[in-house]
């Protein structure tokens, strides 16, 4: 199953997208007015059984997806999370013993199939694929060996990036990761139940058809495991929070010259047994 977010007309739905279209399933809960909430009750299983046997509601090209998950309370970001990712930075230097990590808020981010816009204030927009996942059952101090009990679903994400403006400060990355727009989460959300879906699965990147990026989770140095039992260390994760996983190699800073998008240019990342995200690129009105 395929859980979405999605506006059609005027009005905003969740439920279950097929390669049909789209079911609607938002009108026959209202106790829970989006899929946050679904997440908060363990829901995800009651979607899937309601949309048996229904017809599609909405055709495919009649909607615009928006992130899965409205307002999450956090969403954490994991970077150089990839052995081939701290080599560009050629400072000789071992993976470090943790993670480093960063905030991104819900407006910085758009749904599938919707542009990713560029700032007039720098021509430095930049790609970054990635698995996310969405928390599904809360907790503090989680251990790697219970973290998998707490996913509700897996997404992909494109956590777009200000390349210039990561450096404006000595300590931090915040400001070039937090332009509206700049990212984008989705199409949708798959539940996760098994390990497999998460332990060695290929994460691709393509811009205009041509592969950028391409690794496997297995190969990441803070595996989704630690990342959850080390982020729920200091911080409490609550149901519909979003940790994004790390990039691999080959985002468009990393060549030379540096190949940064522009307007018009397609944007794919795509996850084994998740789907593809899908962007193009415009320049801020």
């Known amino acids: 199953m395929r859980f979405a977010t999605y506006t059609a007309a005027t009005e905003t739905f969740y439920g279950v997208v097929t390669d049909a279209g789209a079911i609607a399933l938002s009108p026959e809960f209202p106790e829970w007015p989006t899929l946050r909430e679904v997440i ?32 999450p309370e956090k969403i954490i970001c994991v970077g150089v999370n990839f052995p081939n990712r701290n080599a560009e930075y050629k400072d000789g230097q071992d993976a470090p013993p943790n993670m480093s990590l960063f905030p991104r808020f819900a407006r910085s981010f758009t749904g599938a199939d919707r542009p990713l816009i560029r700032p ?32 509700a679903a897996i997404t992909l994400c494109n956590e777009g990036t200000i390349r210039d403006w990561v450096r404006h400060a000595k300590f931090n990355v915040t400001q070039g990761k937090n332009w509206d727009s700049s990212g984008a989460i989705g199409p949708w959300l798959v539940p996760f139940t098994a390990p497999a879906q998460l332990d060695d ?32 260390t200091f911080t409490t994760l609550v149901p519909g929070d979003i940790i994004v996983t790390g990039t691999p190699t080959g985002a468009g800073a990393r060549f030379d010259p540096p190949k940064f998008l522009k307007p018009g240019d397609v944007i794919e990342v795509e996850g084994e047994g998740i789907g593809i995200l899908r962007n193009t690129v415009e320049d801020e009105a």
């Not at 363990?42 to 509601?57: E, I, N, W």
């Open 40 to 71: 908060e009750n363990k829901g995800l299983h009651t979607l899937a059984q309601a949309a048996q046997g229904r017809d599609v509601t909405h055709p495919l090209d009649q909607i615009t997806y928006q992130i899965p998950v409205p307002r």
């Open 201 to 232: 699965v290929r994460i691709t990147t393509k811009v205009n058809g041509e592969l950028r990026q391409d690794d496997r989770t297995s190969r990441m140095l803070f595996p989704i495991r630690r990342q959850i039992a080390y982020i729920s």
């Open 120 to 151: 007039p204030e720098s021509p430095q927009l930049d790609y970054e694929g990635e698995i996310a996942i969405v928390i599904g059952k809360g907790g503090r101090r989680i251990s790697e060996a219970d973290a998998y009990d707490h996913i």
